[in-house]
């Protein structure tokens, strides 16, 4: 693979609420078009933050200005969006999944509790549009058991060969909690569109709670399987795995063993292309201090370096700290100065790869875009 083209889907603005971008989604259109999103906010943690969505018609060449089409305000609590995954159902129909922060819980705290690794209250909000993302129904909640906690939400919306839609979703501790933390990924089906939901059932888990399964990305391959990549993390050692790789033939009900793909840190959304080949990009943030792909050539294939792509390199000498330094805590916060990541990669109609992520300064943040030719 190589890169063949790169540009900038949105410019932060240094001393205003759009002076950090972060978390960047694309999303390619039954009708040619790229529909991106990305979180904006005065810092990388603000209780200011939304998400805008940007258009493309040229293949991300060229963006349209900025919407922001949703509020932060649920059930009549101020809150901030944090992400925002678009899946296209059918003809012109979207749904939308976010995930929403309450900031009056705890007013003026940062997401995560360095001292418990507990995070302020999260939600999961859905929106429907009946034209391609033009106009959106408002928000509704996801219900989801209390056991599970403040959800994160890392994918977009599956649609399953079923018809059936799966939701994957991380659990974590309240923000006050100590206890220890038995964190675990759980998937919630519906059958009617994503009007409702049954009960969660768990995919993946460490009983013991030594490994966490991070930022579990998630895809459908052409043939029906789900794929997942995991960014893969032992509390005991305080250090990042490498990329661990799963596989489901019935929709999540049973899994492969993991699969380490040699690589370590944190993957992005997978590009699944139409013939059954999958792009993985990811970032080497303590050894490299870049981003890169690779190309695998079905599913379960291995993703050889001889297809690696480097999509970002951090021009700075200085190197990140070493997660070994820092326990489970110390290293949740240390992610809001983290300066690049967050790579999400799709498929293009032509065949390509588009891939975006954010990278700047503490004061300035932007999120890139960059094409894959294969």
């Known amino acids: 693979m190589r890169v063949s083209e790169h540009g900038i889907l949105n410019c932060g603005e240094p001393g205003t609420c759009r002076a950090i971008t972060t978390f960047p989604t694309v999303t390619s259109l039954n009708d040619a078009t790229l529909l991106a999103t990305y979180r904006v906010g005065t810092t990388k943690d603000s209780a200011d933050e939304t998400v805008e969505f940007r258009r493309s018609d040229d293949g991300g060449c060229t963006w349209s200005a900025p919407v922001s089409p949703f509020g932060t305000t ?61 106009t959106w129904s408002p928000w509704r909640v ?41 964190q675990h990924v759980v998937y919630a089906y519906s059958d009617d569109g994503g009007q409702s939901w049954g009960v969660p059932v768990t995919v993946c888990q460490d009983p013991t709670a030594r490994i966490f399964h991070w930022d579990q990305r998630a895809g459908v391959c052409p043939n029906g399987k789900l794929v997942t990549f995991t960014w893969t993390y032992d509390r005991e050692t305080n250090r990042y795995l490498n990329v661990q790789r799963r596989l489901s033939s019935d929709e999540g009900v049973t899994w492969s063993t993991a699969d380490d793909l040699g690589f370590a840190d944190q993957p992005s959304h997978p590009a699944i292309l139409a013939d059954g080949r999958v792009v993985v990009a990811w970032v080497d943030r303590f050894h490299t201090r870049s981003i890169r792909a690779r190309l695998s050539e079905k599913s379960d294939a291995p993703f050889l370096a001889s297809t690696e792509a480097v999509i970002y390199q951090q021009e700075s000498d200085i190197m990140a700290t070493s997660a070994t330094e820092r326990n489970t805590g110390e290293l949740l916060a240390e992610m809001s100065e983290w300066s690049f990541g967050l790579p999400y990669a799709a498929s293009l109609p032509d065949g390509d790869v588009i891939v975006v992520y954010y990278e700047g300064t503490v004061s300035s943040m932007k999120a890139n875009w960059a094409r894959l030719s294969i």
């Open 74 to 134: 649920v059930e009549g609590i101020h809150g901030s969006l944090k992400v925002v995954y678009v899946t296209q159902m059918a003809n012109e129909h979207l749904i939308a999944a976010a995930l929403w922060v309450d900031r009056e819980a705890h007013p003026g705290k940062p997401l995560f509790n360095d001292e418990t690794e507990g995070c302020l209250p999260l939600a999961i909000l859905l929106a429907d549009s009946h034209d391609l993302g033009q």
């Open 142 to 182: 996801l219900p989801l058991p209390d056991a599970i906690g403040p959800p994160s939400l890392t994918s977009p919306l599956l649609r399953l060969p079923s018809g059936k839609l799966a939701l994957s979703v991380e659990t974590n501790k309240s923000y006050e909690d100590s206890s220890r933390w038995y």
